[in-house]
């Protein structure tokens, strides 16, 4: 069982009476009352400060609350990185502030969300930019596509929506047809992932513009269609009259190039996802 001492005049009115008359029958003079550790639902918060990527040695960091501006955390060099908070006082949106000592003196604020799942804070104070960089680490994440149930080749995006509200791009590069493909990430510790499988949009139509097979083009007002290069060549000077899907769907003369109608897929999302910090 866990203790901690109190003071008599804080604790509530009818267990103060009660353990007042406890102690007068015991005659115990005591001015503490010793009595169990209240079962409240408690989170770790835990921090890191670096200093251009090294970790710190002489730091503040300070959590008030972002509504009332009340003092919610401190951690010092003096302290321990992982402080237990009282989940009903902490659970909120905080300004968080680190300050880094080396000369000469910075400091980082962010506006982060303390959660489950979210509760370790990385600061990396970086003086080329007034020190309000964003802190990341290395992950991993595994991604395939298919299109129409057949593995395809496609642009993956991995965007991540930061403790503080903000989104920002934590990676991409393309999907293999014959296997997983592993996508090297840079992600902060505390945010929330979600994967884009784009489909190629293609490069809007230009006059005259040569093109190779495999280039894709799209009409400059898009209406669901893009367009595949299956014969080399320069597309007209004069944007043509775009054609769907239908039939045997044969390329047509565009130019001096000939080009083939495709579906166009719009953005498949997945989310929140898993990653795997390196």
């Known amino acids: 069982m866990n203790i901690y001492f109190a003071p008599v005049a804080e604790l509530g009115r009818e267990f103060r009476a009660k353990l007042t008359a406890r102690l007068l029958r015991r005659d115990t003079p005591a001015r503490y009352a010793q009595v169990p550790w209240p079962k409240l639902p408690r989170v770790p918060v835990s921090i890191q400060v670096n200093r251009e990527g090294e970790p710190s040695t002489d730091y503040l960091v300070t959590m008030t609350s972002d509504e009332t501006l009340t003092m919610l955390a401190l951690f010092t060099k003096y302290g321990p990185k ?32 303390i959660q489950q799942g979210a509760d370790s804070f990385l600061f990396n104070v970086i003086e080329s930019d007034g020190g309000n960089q964003v802190s990341t680490v290395p992950a991993l994440v595994d991604v395939a596509a298919s299109v129409d149930a057949v593995p395809s080749v496609r642009k993956v995006v991995i965007v991540e929506l930061m403790d503080d509200g903000q989104w920002r791009v934590a990676g991409y590069g393309d999907s293999d047809k014959d296997a997983l493909a592993t996508l090297d990430l840079q992600v902060t510790t505390t945010g929330t992932h979600f994967a884009l499988g784009l489909d190629d949009f293609g490069s809007v139509f230009v006059p005259r513009l040569d093109v190779s097979v495999g280039d894709r083009v799209r009409p400059t007002r898009f209406r669901g269609w893009v367009y595949t290069v299956t014969e080399s060549g320069a597309l007209p000077e004069v944007e043509p009259v775009w054609w769907p899907v239908e039939g045997d769907n044969s390329p047509r003369l565009c130019g001096t190039a000939r080009l083939q109608a495709v579906r166009y897929y719009r953005p498949l999302a997945h989310g929140p996802i898993t990653v795997e910090m390196t």
């Open 82 to 113: 992982t402080q237990w908070f009282d989940r009903a006082k902490i659970y909120q949106t905080v300004i968080a502030q680190a300050y880094e000592y080396s000369e000469p003196r910075m400091g980082i604020t962010r506006w982060p969300t």
